[in-house]
T-cell receptor
C-alpha cells in the first residue's frame, strides 16, 4: 500500500528565500508524481507532473525532482513571494486508473 | 472557462437526507474521479470512471453511488447522510488512457451534515 509523507508540515519564510519541500513515498512502482497547490477554500491547482522516466520538471520559479529508487521528490521554489503562500501537496500516481496517493501537505507562509 | 466545475459549492443538510453533487468537465478528458478531503485535509480517492465505466471503487460505503451519464459528467449521490460524511468532495479529470496522467481538479463541494 502506497504511503506518501511530506516534510515539513508547515514552513514560514521571509520573502525572497529559496526553499525546498520534501515528499517521500514507500512504493517506488509509481507511474508519475504530481505536485499541487491548494489555496484556502479552493481546489487543487496542478503545478508540475513528473513521469516515472523523468528526473525533473521546471516551470518558472518551480523545479521538481524525482528519485524513484529512493522514493523521494522535492519541490524547489526560488525567490519566494507572499503570493506563494498556500498548501503544497504531492501525490504519487500508481498503476491503477488515476489513483493518486496524496501526502498530507506542507503549509507554506511567505511573509513580506 | 472553468475546466472542471462542481455544483453546489456548499451543501448543508440534516442526517438521514439524500443529496447529490454534480461535476462537469469541458477538457475532453476520458477519465473522471471523486476525491474526498476530510477535516484533517487528507485527500483520498473514492471513485474513478473511464469512458463512463467504473474503474475504481475505493472501499466506499454503498450509500455513495456515482453516476456517469457521459464522459463529461460524473455525479455523486449520497443516501442516508451521516455526520462522518462531512467533508470537501473534489471532482477531477484526466486524459491518459488507462494510466494516471495530469489531474485537473474542481473547486470542491463542501458538505456539512448536521
Amino acid at each position: 500500500k502506497q504511503e506518501v509523507t511530506q516534510i515539513p508540515a508547515a514552513l514560514s519564510v521571509p520573502e525572497g528565500e529559496n526553499l525546498v519541500l520534501n515528499c517521500s513515498f514507500t512504493d517506488s512502482a509509481i507511474y508519475n508524481l504530481q505536485w499541487f497547490r491548494q489555496d484556502p477554500g479552493k481546489g487543487l491547482t496542478s503545478l508540475l507532473l513528473i513521469q516515472s522516466s523523468q528526473r525533473e520538471q521546471t516551470s518558472g520559479r518551480l523545479n521538481a525532482s524525482l528519485d524513484k529508487s529512493s522514493g523521494r521528490s522535492t519541490l524547489y521554489i526560488a525567490a519566494s513571494q507572499p503570493g506563494d503562500s498556500a498548501t503544497y501537496l504531492c501525490a504519487a500516481g500508481g498503476t491503477s486508473y488515476g489513483k493518486l496517493t496524496f501526502g498530507q501537505g506542507t503549509i507554506l507562509t511567505v511573509h513580506p | 472557462d472553468t475546466a472542471v466545475s462542481q455544483t453546489p459549492k456548499y451543501l448543508v443538510t440534516q442526517m438521514g437526507n439524500d443529496k447529490s453533487i454534480k461535476c462537469e468537465q469541458n477538457l475532453g478528458h476520458d477519465t473522471m474521479y471523486w476525491y474526498k478531503q476530510d477535516s484533517k485535509k487528507f485527500l483520498k480517492i473514492m471513485f474513478s470512471y473511464n469512458n463512463k465505466e467504473l474503474i475504481i471503487n475505493e472501499t466506499v460505503p454503498n450509500r455513495f453511488s456515482p453516476k456517469s451519464p457521459d464522459k463529461a459528467h460524473l455525479n455523486l449521490h449520497i443516501n442516508s447522510l451521516e455526520l462522518g460524511d462531512s467533508a470537501v468532495y473534489f471532482c477531477a479529470s484526466s486524459q491518459a488512457g488507462g494510466r494516471p496522467g495530469e489531474l485537473f481538479f474542481g473547486e470542491g463541494s463542501r458538505l456539512t451534515v448536521l
